[in-house]
């Protein structure tokens, strides 16, 4: 097994087979692990981008059976931010010295293009990269919001299974989906994707899948999570077990396969272990997203329980997540950290 790990590190290739045994065997987690942080180093070096997370509308249109923001869920008071809101956040994400933000909410047709445009131009006036996370749009959606300027966009495939997908996705289309990530690349868009890793019902195949999916798309980031059950979904009695360190290995595997990708430690790493960042961080991954959302709506935008920061502020988080990269021996970005100049760094 060692040998794949070799080979990954040396030709960042692995078959699907390859990447099964990989995650099938336990006794191999920590060289695996090290071989991802090792790759990362030696293509993109020690830097980690910071990007302001502002969570803009926790209103959603879908029914994700895993997910806290869906629509049936009537145990989750909803808000929407102001433009003004918005702004105030971002400004102060750039005063943090993030030199990327993030928009992300769920599928709420409130903020149409005309009300996404304004906002959008304003934040770009900040001199940031701009990533938007809210879902499926049409062409011409993704075509004016990259001309208003939006920069990046974030749309998980969650899975690759496609019959899992609609299952745990009522009333969506996983064709739709993989559309969408065509039309975003094709619109010129740098683009990322990822998954959930311990589905109910997902196996090791469909994730070794979903590895090779975001190779085959040519993915610009890929954000990796464990699935975290949550009290007010019909998903609420799922396992938790193992998802961390599955989790871990599917990210390190996904670095060793494309070395100069941008890759996220979750949030969702950090509420299952209290270490779960900083553990990403030296498995591969090379982006952090603090949250810049100030008061309530952090503890509002509740897709699962256990959500970190819910009851602290955006220059408590700055101060926390830089001590924690300095610590480990590594340097806070001074760039937007975009994938294209990261591939031209090597
Ligand atoms: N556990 C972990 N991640 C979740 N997401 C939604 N619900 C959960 C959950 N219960 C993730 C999805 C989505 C992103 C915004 O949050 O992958 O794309
Ligand atoms: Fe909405 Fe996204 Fe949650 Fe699905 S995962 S319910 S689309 S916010
Ligand atoms: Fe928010 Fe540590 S990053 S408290």
Excluded at 20 to 43: G, H
Excluded at 46 to 57: D, K, S
Excluded at 147 to 174: F, K, N, Q, V, W
């Amino acid at each position: 097994m060692k040998n794949l790990i070799i080979k990954a590190k040396e030709t960042h290739s692995l078959t699907k087979e390859e990447i099964i045994a990989l995650l099938q065997d336990e006794s191999i987690n920590e060289d695996l692990l090290k071989a991802a942080d090792e790759v990362r180093e030696k293509y993109i070096g020690n830097a980690v981008h910071l990007r302001g997370l502002i969570e803009f509308t926790n209103i959603c249109k879908r029914n994700c059976l895993y997910c806290g923001l869906r629509r049936d869920n009537d145990n989750l008071k909803r808000y929407r931010l102001s433009e003004e809101e918005i702004i105030d956040f971002a400004t102060k994400a750039v005063e943090y010295g993030y030199r990327s933000i993030v928009l992300q909410g769920g599928e709420d047709d409130y903020f149409t293009v005309e009300r996404l445009t304004s906002i959008i131009k304003k934040i770009k006036a900040l001199d940031v990269a701009l990533i938007l996370s809210i879902g499926e749009r049409s062409y011409e959606e993704y075509k004016a919001l990259k001309e208003a300027g939006a920069d990046r966009y974030l749309i998980r495939i969650e899975t690759t299974d496609t019959a899992l997908y609609e299952e745990l996705d009522p009333g969506m289309s996983h064709e739709n989906r993989k559309q969408c990530l065509r039309n975003l690349k094709e619109i010129g868009y740098e683009v990322g994707s990822g998954s959930l890793v311990g589905l109910p019902g997902q196996t090791v195949e469909s994730l070794a899948d979903d590895i090779l999916f975001f190779k085959e798309i040519d993915a610009d980031m890929v954000g990796i999570g464990p699935f975290i059950p949550n009290e007010d979904t019909p998903l609420k009695d799922a396992s938790v077990e193992g998802h961390f360190t599955l989790a871990l290995k599917v990210m390190a595997i996904t670095r060793l396969l494309m070395p100069t990708l941008n890759i996220p430690a979750t949030t969702a790493m950090e509420s299952l272990n209290k270490n779960g960042r900083v553990m990403a961080l030296q498995s591969g991954a090379n982006v952090v997203m603090p949250n810049v959302t100030e008061g309530e709506y952090r503890k509002l935008y509740a897709l699962y329980p256990g959500k970190i920061c819910i009851s602290d502020t955006p220059a408590h988080c700055r101060g926390c997540i830089s001590g924690k990269i300095q610590g480990i021996g590594r340097t806070i970005s001074t760039t937007t950290g975009s994938h294209k100049d990261q591939m031209s760094m090597h």
